[in-house]
């Protein structure tokens, strides 16, 4: 964790000097979470063209788009004539990247996996396109709704949970992930940290085995989380009624709102009013 | 009687050849970042640059001369399968070469980023997929099987089924995010066409192509059967032989840097079939011309169909090539009548 | 024996452990016609494979117009020797005369085209087997019969001296049978070597000679009236049957 926290320091040092450079104009988004970052730093004039599953975002209306996550045009992106192409490079295809550097367009590869990862990622996309400001304001207003939050939870008894991604087959929000802190900070014990990967997929039989008090659904599903969950009535979560529907976007983005995606999984954590009493904190 | 000449030979190579160029002219010229003509000629004249000649001549003309290349070797595949294993419904991936490919390509994939190994890494262990593959067919069906169509099309089909296995087996075992990449690559595109990897697919696809078109007559031969074949002058076995290490080779080339892109090696050398007779010293070249063309034909309308979405390949050769081939079944038998 | 256009002494073939054939001695002169008949897996194939340089014997002698099967090139093989199979399905939708224009590939280059010649020779083919209807005819729309005497005339337009048919009358109706037969007969009188493989023994009568094979040895050899007796026809397939000699030839009975 301090670890951490130290190289995210030095990155910014870093990123510091690097923003004395010329702040990017004409920026092509190919993630959604970057897609967002950029337009929550007030950058939306400066985003030439998104990815398909960015436009459906609010805010970015009416860009151009290039293509899907995996599948993007090469020579739509490069006819917008970029001066910055930002993407994730584990959800890449096809070498895609290496492409762009070979026709000359810088690329900025940043990987929001961890809670840090995605404040490194608002701070350096933040100096990338000349709004080091608003990136700074935003991470530290994450920072410190996070420090209330694990001071608030930390009297608090220890919750055994885990967040569902999907129903069926079963993914779950493991260790290292941006989810797997924010349960953590929130003092819920994550059951599928043990588990390798990132999103591992899972049997149900091991959640069954698993007896979690707490599950977190933020899974695409018309059928309400609790209706869903109690076919399975033996679940400690059932019985206690600790089985919450999350809506899809705000926690399952790893993205500029990081705040509020913490101030959700608290709500149904730790019930309503702790999660109130930290609003009513920020402001 | 009604047969092939030199002269019908060249006068149909001929105009499938203007068909090809009139389509890579097509390609060229039309993308989704909607250039006018004029603009694309200035670029080729060399007189613009900047964004407009990056496109044309840094995405688009790679991509269309891969979308040749591979047509070409697809089709030509599904030739020489065919009258191997004297089955004009074969294709090319019935093998188990492109299963290896696929296998190769996948485990690279899925596993090469805990090895460290990019993206540049996936055709390269495709192409050594596709070997062993047809390393495996030599060995199993080669000494006892003597490379007959028996026991080429058994070694194939169980090993397609256990590449395949092996493939849901470790797209299972990705994340969600390299599972979209695993269906995506399966599908087959033609997105990954750098300038490099293109020379080299085609140098394969041409060294394939020359080792299979002197041998039109022998694959007539082989449709008569093992002994008629061999009085009539060929050596089957080696004949076999060659003919499958040079077809597993345009497959290896087409697979290992497009996926598997369906429909061009089945449709392609049996519609020709239907409207230019069965001569292979035909239907060897012009499948050549005729799969190139077919290819870059659907894959312009993959990259310009939907403005910027890319479309797969596979699912417009498809739709493209299966009503178009019902129709010619439909004609050809009612001419029959 | 020089001039004899097939001969084959004391050859032995074994598949695995199994003996096809133990020291067989069978000779074919030119101007010939000589049914082979005998049980199933007796052998008969095997030879036929042999005389057409498909297989080498295990030991023993196989000699083509005096020189060794062996050392001829395919090429040179078929110019001199065409094959006849049992039953092949052609998958391919060539037409009678491309077909029949295939027997003509030992006598081309590599790359060659066929020459006015060549398309000479495939008419005359289909014309005397009375073909020429179905030149531009696809062979799948062929009733099997057709099909047949379609490979016939390919192997009559490859011209060779020697021409082995495995069951050439299988599938074929009475009048076309016999416009086999007759043809046959007429290629042996013209001067070539023609070996028959048939359980048709009705076709002995078009024969000039007739080969029982059993055990992997030809068990009689022999005029159709010094072969085809009951003895030797209770002896080779194990049948009691009734010869009638008629001024056509032998007329077997089966009881």
């Not at chain 3, 002698?61 to 005096?66: P, V, Y």
Request: charged content about 15%.
């Amino acid at each position: 964790m301090r670890g951490k926290a130290a190289l995210f320091v030095l990155s910014i040092a870093l990123l510091g000097a690097a923003a004395a450079a010329e702040p990017a104009r004409r920026v092509v988004s190919l993630n959604p979470s970057l897609t967002a970052i950029a337009l929550a730093l007030g950058a939306r004039e400066q985003l030439v063209g998104v990815d398909d599953y960015s436009a459906r975002a609010p805010g970015a209306g009416g860009l151009p788009t290039v293509g899907g996550l995996y599948d993007p045009s090469l020579e739509a992106v490069i006819a917008l004539a970029p001066d910055l192409v930002v993407l994730v490079p584990s959800a890449e295809q096809r070498g895609f990247r290496e492409r762009l550097e070979t026709l000359d367009v810088p690329c900025l590869a940043l990987d929001p996996v961890s809670f840090d990862d995605v404040l490194t990622a608002i701070a350096t996309l933040g100096a990338r396109l000349g709004r080091e400001r608003a990136a700074t304001a935003r991470v530290d207003a994450i920072r410190r709704t996070r420090a209330r939050a694990a001071a608030a939870a930390r009297p608090l008894p220890a919750l055994r949970g885990v967040l569902v991604l999907q129903r069926d087959p079963l993914f779950v929000a493991g260790a290292g992930t941006f989810v797997d802190d924010m349960l953590r900070t929130l003092g819920v014990e994550n059951l599928a940290a043990a588990q390798p990967g990132l999103w591992p997929r899972l049997a149900r039989e091991w959640l069954l085995a698993a007896s979690p008090e707490l599950i977190l659904d933020a899974s695409p599903g018309s059928e309400p989380a609790a209706s869903y969950w109690a076919r399975w009535p033996s679940l400690p979560a059932v019985n206690g009624q600790a089985v919450f529907d999350i809506p899809e976007g705000v926690s399952t983005l790893p993205g500029p709102d990081l705040d509020e995606a913490l101030l959700v999984l608290a709500a149904a954590a730790r019930g309503p009013a702790f999660a109130a009493a930290l609003r009513a904190e920020a402001r | 009687m009604r047969r092939l000449t030199p002269l019908r030979l060249a006068a149909t190579l001929g105009a499938l050849a203007l068909l090809l160029a009139l389509t890579l002219a097509l390609g060229v010229a039309v993308g989704p970042s909607g250039l006018a003509l004029c603009e694309v000629w200035d670029v080729l004249a060399g007189r613009s640059g900047g964004a407009a000649a990056d496109i044309v001549l840094s995405v688009r003309l790679p991509r269309v001369g891969l979308a040749a290349a591979v047509g070409a070797a697809l089709a030509v595949a599904g030739v020489v399968f065919q009258a191997l294993l004297r089955n004009p419904l074969a294709d090319p991936y019935v093998l188990g070469v492109s299963g290896g490919a696929a296998l190769g390509g996948i485990a690279v994939l899925t596993l090469g980023g805990a090895a460290g190994l990019g993206y540049a890494a996936v055709p390269p262990a495709a192409f050594a997929g596709a070997l062993g593959a047809l390393l495996l067919l030599l060995a199993v069906a080669g000494p006892a099987g003597r490379l007959s169509p028996t026991s080429l099309l058994l070694v194939g089909v169980v090993f397609n089924a256990f590449a395949s296995a092996a493939i849901v087996f470790l797209a299972s075992l990705a994340g969600l995010a390299e599972g979209a990449q695993v269906f995506l690559w399966l599908i087959g595109s033609l997105a990954d066409a750098r300038p490099a990897l293109v020379a080299s697919v085609a140098g394969c696809v041409a060294a394939g192509l020359l080792a299979v078109v002197p041998f039109g007559r022998a694959l007539d031969l082989l449709a008569l059967g093992e002994e008629s074949a061999s009085l009539l002058g060929i050596d089957t076995k080696r004949v076999r032989l060659w003919l499958l290490l040079a077809s597993s080779l345009l497959v290896g080339a087409a697979v290992s840097v497009a996926g598997l892109v369906g429909f061009v090696g089945l449709v392609v050398p049996h519609a020709l079939r239907l409207l230019l007779g069965p001569d292979h010293r035909l239907l060897v070249p012009a499948s050549a011309l005729a799969g190139a063309a077919f290819l870059v034909g659907c894959d312009t309308l993959a990259r310009t169909l939907l403005g910027g979405r890319e479309l797969p390949v596979g699912a417009l050769t498809a739709l493209a090539g299966g009503p178009f081939f019902l129709l010619l079944l439909r004609r050809t038998q009612a001419l029959r009548r | 024996m020089s001039g004899s256009t097939l001969s084959l002494s004391n050859v032995r073939v074994a598949l695995g452990a199994i003996s096809v054939l133990a020291g067989l001695d069978l000779t074919l002169e030119p101007g010939e016609l000589l049914l082979l008949a005998g049980r199933n897996g007796a052998g008969k194939t095997t030879l036929l494979r042999i005389a057409a340089g498909l297989l080498p014997p295990d030991s023993g002698q196989a000699l083509l117009a005096g020189r060794p099967i062996a050392g001829f090139t395919r090429r040179q093989l078929g110019r001199r020797v065409a094959f006849v199979p049992q039953e092949t399905g052609v998958p391919f939708p060539f037409t009678a005369g491309q077909l029949v224009l295939l027997g003509r590939t030992p006598h081309l280059g590599l790359l060659a085209f066929e020459s006015k010649a060549d398309v000479a020779a495939a008419e005359a083919a289909l014309a005397r087997l009375g073909l020429e209807a179905l030149v531009d005819r696809s062979v799948l729309e062929l009733s099997g019969g057709e099909r047949q005497l379609v490979q016939l005339a390919r192997a009559l337009a490859q011209e060779t001296e020697l021409l082995l048919l495995d069951e050439p009358t299988a599938h074929l109706d009475l009048a076309h049978r016999a416009l086999v037969l007759r043809c046959l007969r007429e290629l042996a009188r013209e001067g070539r070597a023609v070996l028959v493989v048939s359980h048709d023994l009705a076709a002995a009568s078009y024969a000039n000679r007739v080969a029982f094979l059993a055990a992997g040895r030809i068990a009689a050899v022999g005029t159709p009236a010094q072969v085809i007796r009951p003895e030797l026809l209770r002896s080779t397939f194990g049948v009691e049957a009734e010869v009638l000699a008629t001024p056509g030839g032998p007329v077997v009975w089966l009881r």
